[in-house]
C-alpha cells in the first residue's frame, strides 16, 4: 500500500538550471527587487528585500549581472546525471538515500551505457529499468575575487 507524503515545504524546489534562471535584479540603496515567475501560476510578480543572495556557481547570472571578477579554471572534470524508473525497494532497502552516486570514468551517454551504469549500481540486472534522461555537464573551480557591490552577493 502506497501512501501519500506531506511535502517538506511548501514552497516548490528552486534548483533551476543556470540557463533557465533568468531573474531581473533591480538594486538601489535601500534594497534589492527581483522579479520571479510563479511556476504553477503563471504569474510575474516582484520580490522587495534588503540583500540578495545568489548562489547559481561558475556561470552565475547574479555574478555576471554584477559584474563580478571571477578566476579560476571551467570544466576541470566531467559529471553525469542519469535519471530513471525502476522498483527499487529490494536493492536499496538496507541504504536508502535520495541521490546515489558513481564514481567511474565517463563513459559515452547513450541508454545501453546509462543501463549498465545503473545495473552497476543496482547490484542486479534483474530490476525493469528505463532510463528517462541523461545529462554531461562540467565541474568548475571558479570563485570571485570580490563578493559584493551593494546589496547584491554571490555565493559561489
Not at 6 to 34: F, K
Not at 115 to 130: F, P, S
Request: hydrophobic share 40%; aromatic share 6%; glycine share 6%.
Amino acid at each position: 500500500m502506497r501512501t501519500s507524503r506531506l511535502p517538506a515545504s511548501p514552497a516548490l524546489n528552486c534548483d533551476i538550471p543556470q540557463n533557465y534562471l533568468e531573474p531581473i535584479l533591480v538594486q538601489d540603496a535601500d534594497g534589492v527587487t527581483t522579479t520571479v515567475l510563479d511556476r504553477v501560476t503563471g504569474i510575474q510578480y516582484q520580490i522587495r528585500s534588503k540583500y540578495l543572495i545568489g548562489a547559481d556557481g561558475a556561470r552565475s547570472k547574479v555574478a555576471k549581472d554584477i559584474d563580478l571578477p571571477l578566476e579560476g579554471q571551467m570544466d576541470i572534470a566531467g559529471s553525469m546525471h542519469i535519471t530513471f524508473k525502476a522498483d527499487l525497494a529490494s536493492p536499496v532497502e538496507h541504504r536508502s538515500s535520495v541521490l546515489y552516486w558513481v564514481i567511474q570514468p565517463a563513459p559515452e551517454v547513450d541508454e545501453a551505457a546509462a543501463k549498465e551504469i545503473v545495473y552497476q549500481l543496482l547490484g542486479t540486472r534483474e530490476l525493469d529499468v528505463e532510463i528517462t534522461g541523461t545529462s554531461l555537464w562540467g565541474d568548475n573551480e571558479m570563485y570571485a575575487t570580490r563578493l559584493q557591490p551593494g546589496r547584491v552577493l554571490s555565493a559561489e
